[in-house]
């Protein structure tokens, strides 16, 4: 009898142990008290709250009330509401075809026939925004952070879920093509709060004592794994062809040799050459050689340098023209030569054949119009060395490069200098106000904005430079000019000195400054160094 009252008491605490629990479950979840015994909550004025209390109802506070640098935005919760019933619908197909892939996978196994929604919708009510603050940088972005809450009524039966989270939205950089923002980046700047409950059989496990604050917070620590600030999710807008931004990846050096067999523009049976050359997508002026009198077989032997944007598309534009004293100057031929033929830190000699233009269709481009020899090396930038290495005519996608470097050295480089815009800057006569730069001599300037005491340029200026400047400055001016006859036909209104030793230090640098000789006057300006 011992042995068969053991055997029995192992089998009914086996099967008692899991039907005790199925039918505490049950009790706890159905014999609840119903909204009949429940007490109605009384409503007592902020004032007379304990502190204990009020912070306890922080959380539910909007965030316009709690922070002053956050605004109201009832009318666009007002928009929401109105576009909501059109939105669930939207996001609702964007579901359906998403995960339709994903549950054909299954079809066909573990007995499954088919699996598809039903019905589905987000519910009548849409998300909420508590308030947004909106950031002001010296960066080309636009930083805003709304507060967004969402107790959604979807008719997911499974699942009631609510959420509350303040994301920082950034659109950066900013360009000026449609939408105007090249890339969208999302991060969360607090841990998200993430409140639901799970039905099964007509319960919802979630009021099992211990299991709801647990999952609470593994859900929400998972969230912010994956997105709480420094972490960023990127969403790229626009490509490079739709207008982004593009940064400079290193210099193109060019050496224009020599010409041969030109042909005879002039009456005496001679030209006079020179070569203008460019590369394609940049506004910057040509650079040009010097003019070689009567000579069809010219040689040149001058050297130039350009900032190359982006290799996989830039070409270089060569023209040559005989130079004429009256009239117009004659075109003696034009070629392009792709920059992805070209293996970074490696020169390589080209001799090309000069065409009228690019039209594969003109016979006259059958007709010989000489040839010209040039010399090509592509340097990068430090920052990039790593990324594109051999023929560029590979599978390499641009990326903006960092600018951050510490490595201070006496080797060349690009010194990027970006006029943005001036604020409260007044002429005593007039006020069309130019931003004028100057650098080891050289003299840039923007262009002329009519009666404004707060322009925008937001125009840049490339300096090629052959060793670093670290104990220079950079002089820049903010002048105003009048058109035609005047005895005030310019005047300064406001300069500032910029050592650039923090510029060689750190790579950059974007700072607001106080104008010398000016009242209020501020200007933006963003320097940015890059050696090769």
């Not at 430090?382 to 510490?406: F, M, Q, T, Y």
């Amino acid at each position: 009898m011992g042995f068969v009252g053991t055997f029995l008491g192992i089998v009914g605490f086996g099967f008692g142990v899991p039907i005790g629990i199925i039918l505490g479950y049950f009790l706890y979840i159905y014999f609840q008290p119903t909204d009949v015994e429940r007490e109605e909550p009384i409503i007592r004025p902020l004032n007379e709250l304990d502190s204990k209390t009020l912070h306890a109802l922080l959380p539910e506070i909007p965030s316009w009330i709690k922070n002053p640098d956050c605004d109201r935005v009832d009318w666009m919760n007002k928009f929401m509401f109105d576009i909501w019933p059109y939105l669930d619908k939207a996001i609702c197909s964007t579901i359906r075809s998403t995960t339709k892939p994903i549950f054909d996978q299954y079809i066909g196994k573990y007995c499954l026939e088919s699996i598809e929604f039903d019905h589905l919708t987000l519910g009548t009510l849409p998300p909420t925004i508590h308030g947004v603050k909106v950031y002001e940088t010296q960066e080309k972005q636009l930083a805003i952070e709304p507060g967004v809450r969402w107790a959604g009524n979807a008719n997911i039966s499974l699942l009631q879920l609510q959420i509350f989270l303040v994301p920082r939205i950034t659109l950066k950089p900013l360009v000026p093509s449609f939408p105007c923002f090249a890339n969208l980046s999302v991060s969360l700047m607090e841990k998200p709060r993430v409140d639901f409950g799970l039905k099964l059989l007509g319960g919802d496990i979630m009021a099992i004592p211990g299991l709801y604050r647990f999952i609470q917070e593994t859900v929400a620590a998972q969230i912010s794994n994956l997105y709480h600030w420094p972490k960023v999710l990127e969403v790229p807008i626009l490509d490079g062809a739709s207008g982004a931004t593009k940064k400079p990846v290193g210099i193109l050096r060019v050496k224009v040799v020599r010409a041969l067999n030109l042909r005879k523009m002039d009456f005496l049976g001679k030209s006079d050459p020179y070569v203008k050359l460019r590369l394609s997508g940049e506004r910057l002026p040509s650079k040009k050689t010097s003019i070689k009198m009567s000579n069809l077989n010219p040689e040149w032997n001058e050297q130039f340098k350009l900032i190359v944007k982006d290799p996989e598309t830039q070409v270089l534009e060569l023209h040559v023209y005989d130079w004429e004293k009256v009239k117009m100057h004659d075109k003696l031929g034009m070629q392009v030569i792709p920059l992805r033929l070209l293996t970074p830190h490696e020169m390589k000699t080209f001799t090309v054949d000069l065409l009228k233009n690019l039209n594969p269709n003109d016979l006259q481009n059958k007709r010989n119009r000489g040839k010209l020899v040039v010399e090509l090396t592509f340097d990068l930038f430090k920052e990039e060395n790593g990324r594109l290495s051999g023929p560029l005519d590979g599978d390499v996608k641009h990326s903006s490069i960092s600018w951050a470097s510490h490595d201070i050295s006496s080797d060349g480089g690009v010194l990027l200098v970006t006029i943005e815009s001036a604020e409260n800057v007044e002429g005593k006569h007039h006020n069309n106000p130019y931003a004028l730069i100057l650098f080891r001599g050289e003299k840039k300037k923007t262009k002329m904005i009519k009666k404004s005491r707060d322009p925008r340029w937001s125009e840049e200026f490339q300096f090629m430079l052959e060793e670093a400047p670290i104990d220079e400055k950079i002089h820049i001016e903010v002048m105003s000019k009048r058109r035609g006859f005047s005895f005030h036909g310019k005047e300064s209104m406001g300069h500032v000195d910029i050592n650039l030793s923090d510029v060689v230090n750190n790579g950059r640098i974007n700072e607001r400054y106080h104008l010398i000789n000016s009242r209020n006057g501020i200007i933006d300006i963003e320097i940015k160094w890059s050696t090769i």
